[in-house]
């Protein structure tokens, strides 16, 4: 029969034996602990991956405005005009000519403040006959321009008070178009977003004559003001170097002549970086008029 002594050893053996195995227990734990965490994090690093490259690591960003709408690759080969007429369109005439002189309204925009400091003219006893030269100066080159106050006063009347502000100088042409039906180049917005204008508005004066082509100079404009049913002509306006199938509804006010539209072509040449609509978005190349003078 075990003495005192010999049960308290083996008891002390046992209990030596129990702390052994619950420190080895709780180092396996450990290292299982650790393992999974491991694994864990690994298998959340390959989810992020998979979920980030699934379809080939492409996306498109649509937003609501026209004006932000994902543009083409840096390297999409730009849009370019199959063809370019070269014969000026025939000037457009009214079949009613207009008074001596027109009343012109030019009501301030609450909502669009000017895209750059303008101050809109006089719009009494406006000039309805006779033309002013004009010459824009885009990229280096002069684009020689007549006005004509017969096809819209107001218009000519606009366009030359904000070229004696300075207004259109060092301003972007932002929208250039290429396809068959419609070739135009468009400028005179100084944000070049497509939306600046300068702080007023004006109505239409549009005739059913009107027939858009080569080297005629309109305005462009976002269609009648539903709130006034007034036009909402600004400062934009669009030059059409090639084919135009437009309805008459934008301010005819001038025409180029034919040695400045060749200077125009090879802008049109250089092609677009189209935005939403092929043949239809920003010049490849940056297109700036620098000054714009009128005599």
Request: net charge neutral.
């Amino acid at each position: 029969m075990p003495s005192n002594e010999q049960r308290r050893e083996a008891a002390k053996r046992k209990l030596e034996r129990q702390l052994v195995n619950r420190a080895e227990r709780a180092r396996k734990r450990r290292v299982v602990g650790v393992i999974g965490t491991v694994v864990g994090v690994i298998a959340v690093v390959g989810l992020i991956y998979w979920l980030a490259n699934i379809g080939g690591g492409s996306s498109t960003t649509d937003t609501a405005s026209s004006n932000t709408v994902a543009t083409s690759e840096p390297d999409t080969p730009p849009d370019t005009p199959t063809s370019i007429p070269t014969e000026l369109a025939p000037v457009p005439k009214r079949a009613t000519p207009l008074p001596a002189k027109v009343t012109c309204e030019y009501p301030a925009e609450a909502d669009k403040p000017a895209a750059k400091p303008a101050t809109p003219p006089s719009g009494k006893d406006v000039a309805a006959t006779g033309t002013a030269n004009a010459t824009l100066t885009i990229n280096g080159a002069e684009i020689k321009a007549t006005l004509d106050r017969a096809l819209a006063p107001c218009t000519v009347n606009s366009f030359t008070n904000l070229a004696k502000q300075g207004y259109f100088n060092d301003t972007p042409c932002h929208r250039l178009t290429t396809t068959d039906g419609l070739q135009v180049l468009q400028c005179g917005d100084p944000s070049g977003t497509g939306s600046g204008g300068p702080g007023y508005s004006f109505d239409d004066e549009v005739f059913p004559e009107i027939k858009y082509g080569r080297g005629l100079l309109a305005m462009a404009n976002a269609g009648k003001n539903p709130e006034t049913n007034k036009g909402t002509n600004g400062s934009q306006f669009f030059i059409v170097y090639g084919t135009a199938e437009l309805p008459p509804n934008y301010n005819l006010f001038g025409y180029i002549d034919a040695d400045s539209m060749k200077k125009i072509d090879e802008i049109a040449k250089a092609g677009t970086v189209s935005q939403g609509n092929p043949g239809d978005g920003k010049p490849k190349n940056e297109v700036k008029i620098s000054n714009v003078a009128v005599a």
